[in-house]
């Protein structure tokens, strides 16, 4: 019996990182989840809770409907997976990446170091509560919930840490903080600038480029972080700008 009948994400698994990449075969291998940690949301995914999904919907199933997404957008498909499983670390996938432009890019991103991060699209199926919700905000460290089950409908490769690239990033607060963030945009000022990627592919790293820099100065004032919107106007003047460090 379901105790979640919305389609959920889960950002920011602690360690879901990419393990490997062959740019010439197209091949990514990572980890799409990770078992037995307290996450952001205070839940705790066991071991077996993604069994039941990857039988009836895996890669070696009769209906394969678990996808490999780009931050959790259906128009924006990476490959096809070849592998998904559950092994002592957590979801483990491997995946035959497209040769469409969006595919390219993504192994660029993923050579550069770029993208390192992953999340799942899921429905929670069976939880256990571990302690009450007073307790949990005294002693985090123990967990919410421990989800046994899910029905897992993706899996993506993030360009942040959300779910949505232009949506702002709201997790990150600290002052410590800032460095990570300032080393990010630079990481994505330096492939922007010696990237043969897709106009799009750096149209969306740059926004979210700009929402990290509006961030920093958000957190440096002490206060909320505010949605930003960039001009199109700016956002192609940027590309051109990168286009023509290019040739020079």
């Known amino acids: 019996m379901s105790v979640e009948n919305i389609y959920q994400i889960k950002n920011g698994t602690i360690g879901a990182s990419i393990n490997d990449v062959d740019g010439k075969k197209g091949i990514v291998t990572g980890y799409f989840s990770h078992f ?98 007073e307790e949990y905000m005294k002693n985090p460290g123990k967990g919410y919930y ?12 993030l360009t942040a840490w959300g779910a949505n690239p232009l949506t702002p990033i709201t997790g990150l607060k600290s002052l410590g903080d800032i460095d990570v963030m300032i080393a990010h945009t630079n990481a994505i000022e330096k492939f922007c600038r010696n990237t043969d990627a897709s106009d799009e592919t750096i149209e969306m790293l740059l926004l979210h480029s700009k929402q990290l820099a509006q961030l920093v100065i958000d957190i440096k004032s002490s206060t909320p972080p505010v949605e930003t919107t960039v001009p199109q106007n700016d956002v192609l003047d940027a590309i051109r700008e990168f286009k023509q460090l290019l040739k020079n």
């Open 36 to 133: 037995n940690n307290v996450d952001s949301d205070g839940d705790i995914i066991r071991p077996g809770a993604f069994k039941k999904s990857i039988k009836e919907n895996g890669p070696n199933s009769a209906q394969p409907r678990i996808k490999h997404l780009m931050n959790h957008d259906p128009s924006q498909p990476l490959g096809k997976l070849m592998t998904l499983k559950e092994d002592s670390t957590g979801l483990a996938y491997e995946s035959q990446i497209g040769t469409h432009r969006l595919g390219e890019d993504f192994v660029k991103m993923v050579e550069s170091g770029l993208i390192t991060e992953h999340s799942i699209g899921f429905r929670i199926m069976k939880r256990n509560q571990m302690q009450p919700y």
């Open 146 to 157: 421990e989800i046994t089950e899910l029905k897992l409908y993706e899996g993506s490769s």
